[in-house]
């Protein structure tokens, strides 16, 4: 069981920065897949970014290859989220997301999520 809990949303003007970070509860934290997922409103939750349990594989939705930069500190139980250059399509609650494989969509366990508003 991994318990998640982000942070670090908030509002920005387009073109700012932005770092969300998430913090995993449990002892398995690195024997997990770690990823990130958004949900605009009126919109399916799609996929952003995930990192592998070393750190060593990551892979990014094309619309953010660039800008975001996700990593991960095992010895902290953290993942991060980079976002750079944002812009208000970005918009979105953000979800942080473990899994025990390396995947991009088949996740077990979900954080409550973390708004991020861009504004133009």
């Known amino acids: 069981q991994v318990q998640l809990v982000e942070s670090g949303g908030g509002l920005v003007q387009a073109g700012g920065p932005l770092r969300l970070s998430c913090a995993a509860f449990?002892?398995?934290?690195?024997?997990?897949?770690m990823g990130w997922f958004r949900q605009a409103s009126g919109k399916e939750r799609e996929f952003v970014t995930t990192i592998s349990r070393s750190g060593l594989m990551t892979s990014y939705t094309d619309s953010v290859k660039g800008r975001f930069t996700i990593s991960r500190d095992n010895a902290k139980n953290t993942v991060y989220l980079q976002m750079n250059n944002l812009k208000p399509e970005d918009t979105a609650i953000y979800y942080c997301?473990?899994?025990?494989?390396?995947?991009?969509?088949?996740?077990?366990?979900w954080g409550q999520g973390t708004q991020v508003t861009v504004s133009s």
């Open positions: 997301a473990a899994s025990k494989i390396y995947s991009t969509a088949n996740y077990d366990f």
């Open positions: 449990g002892r398995t934290f690195s024997s997990h897949t």
